[in-house]
């Protein structure tokens, strides 16, 4: 069994800050982890993904995040947020290399304020 | 360039009628996907196939129907049944050497009238 908890729905930063949308997760095997990205009406968009290599994993946009297997947390980091980066981010696990068994977290929306 | 194409991206529908939307993709993909999103709510999975003429049914597919004649396409059907049809339907494609990451199509949102 495996589940994902997004701790917080909604997220609020100031342009040029930090952001950190947290991510929690349970597998009972060992996971392959995913941030994407969803713009308003758009499809869903790959930021970065974990797979069993190293634990801090960079993807595009300045975005990156690190797998703690201690604490069960795959939390997405960005030094400085830009207006762009103003979206709905969706944590998601699945067993390593096992696409079909993908759970999604509910989803964190961040908003941007300049 | 290679990617998934869902048609149409807006569709309305009276009451009591089917409805077909569309999912295509040229990346040479043997999985495909379809998920229901609601505002507010993360993904939940339809119906996926990871192969052609072969479909399982994901946590919610009452309601829906799906084919897969051809590895390039995975059309989902909105039938009658379905008693809250109006989302925001997204379809996704995985390489099956893939390590898990889909690419998704840019949506089609369903209102029923």
């Known amino acids: 069994a495996q589940s994902v908890t997004q701790l917080d729905s909604h997220v609020s930063v100031s342009e040029g800050t930090p952001v950190l949308l947290r991510c929690n997760y349970s597998?009972?095997?060992?996971?392959?982890l995913f941030w994407y990205v969803q713009h308003p009406n758009k499809g869903l968009q790959l930021l970065l993904k974990?797979?069993?290599?190293?634990?801090l994993v960079k993807g595009i946009n300045g975005f990156e995040a690190e797998f703690k297997k201690s604490e069960t947390s795959f939390h997405l980091t960005k030094p400085s947020a830009h207006m762009s980066d103003a979206a709905e981010y969706f944590c998601?696990?699945?067993?390593?290399?096992?696409?079909?068994?993908?759970?999604f977290g509910g989803g964190t929306r961040l908003m941007v304020k300049p | 360039d290679g990617g998934i194409t869902q048609s149409p991206k807006y569709l309305f529908r009276k009451e009591g009628q089917n409805v077909t939307l569309s999912c295509e993709q040229n990346?040479?993909?043997?999985?495909m996907y379809w998920y229901r999103q609601d505002p507010g709510q993360g993904l939940r999975l339809i119906y996926y196939?990871?192969?052609?003429?072969?479909?399982q049914k994901g946590d919610i597919a009452e309601g829906y129907s799906v084919s897969r004649e051809k590895k390039e396409s995975f059309p989902l059907t909105v039938t009658s049944a379905q008693k809250n049809p109006t989302a925001f339907y997204l379809c996704?494609?995985?390489?099956?050497?893939?390590?898990?990451?889909?690419?998704f199509g840019e949506g089609s949102r369903l209102t029923v009238l």
């Open positions: 996704a494609s995985r390489g099956v050497w893939s390590t898990g990451e889909l690419f």
């Open positions: 597998s009972s095997y060992s996971p392959s």
């Open positions: 974990y797979t069993s290599a190293a634990t």
């Open positions: 998601v696990v699945t067993p390593y290399n096992a696409g079909n068994m993908l759970t």
């Open positions: 990346l040479n993909h043997d999985a």
């Open positions: 196939s990871q192969i052609v003429n072969d479909f």
